[in-house]
């Protein structure tokens, strides 16, 4: 089956600083999706990509779809505290969605 | 507007018991999906449902696991003979057919078994 790596597991910045993470799969994918979970809930939809080379934007958070269709990457301007959470990758060939590992973030004040 | 509703949101259960959940999805969704979820990793794919007919089984879904979607709308989940590894949040999600691979998922429903 499709394999995600998600990259890095865990970050600690400082309140407006500014986030990046990625996902590789090692198949080719045709739809990347970027989630958020907080403790004890289901992950929330934060953006969704469909064409290689997209770039999305969602308020400070702005998301693209890799060229090689291999990979995606994440991005969060100007953290806020309310951004901690549980950040996962999630792609499919086609079909159902292969979610990441997560990437813990924590933003300290 | 409401989302995807999972009942109930925390169950414990003694090892060898059945257990059922229940997910009501967004209504015009017409697909209906369940993962599991263990602590550390992402969400792992279960079964999804397009309308009533259940669709696709992963090989993580054991015999002891059935999941039905009698009219098209809500789902339940049966576990049969807990385990404890059977312990994890299950989580319930629907997409609209035209975006299938967007799916909205639900609280979860956590699951101990002792």
């Known amino acids: 089956g499709q394999q995600l790596n998600q990259s890095p597991q865990s970050m600690f910045i400082q309140e407006g600083e500014d986030v990046s993470m990625n996902c590789t799969s090692s198949?080719?994918?045709?739809?990347w999706l970027w989630y958020k979970q907080d403790p004890g809930e289901g992950p929330v939809l934060l953006i969704a990509?469909?064409?290689?080379?997209e770039l999305t934007s969602n308020g400070r958070l702005t998301a693209q779809f890799g060229i090689t269709r291999k990979d995606s990457f994440l991005n969060i301007s100007a953290s806020i505290p309310s951004d901690v959470g549980i950040y996962f990758c999630a792609g499919a060939p086609w079909g159902q969605l292969t979610f990441g590992s997560g990437t813990q973030l924590t933003v300290l004040p | 507007d409401t989302g995807v509703s999972q009942d109930p949101r925390h169950k414990i259960t003694k090892r060898g018991q059945n257990v059922t959940f229940r997910c009501d999805p967004i209504s015009e969704h017409n697909r209906l999906y369940w993962y599991r979820q263990t602590l550390g990793q992402g969400p792992e794919f279960l079964t999804y449902f397009q309308n009533e007919a259940q669709l696709e089984k992963s090989r993580l879904l054991s015999d002891r696991f059935s999941a039905e979607r009698p009219k098209g709308s809500f789902s339940t989940l049966e576990i049969q003979r807990t385990e404890q590894g059977d312990s994890a949040m299950y989580l319930c999600?629907?997409?609209?057919?035209?975006?299938?691979?967007?799916?909205?998922f639900g609280s979860g429903t956590q699951l101990s078994v002792l």
């Open positions: 999600a629907s997409s609209p057919l035209a975006r299938y691979e967007k799916l909205f």
């Open positions: 990509l469909y064409k290689a080379g």
């Open positions: 198949s080719i994918f045709n739809t």
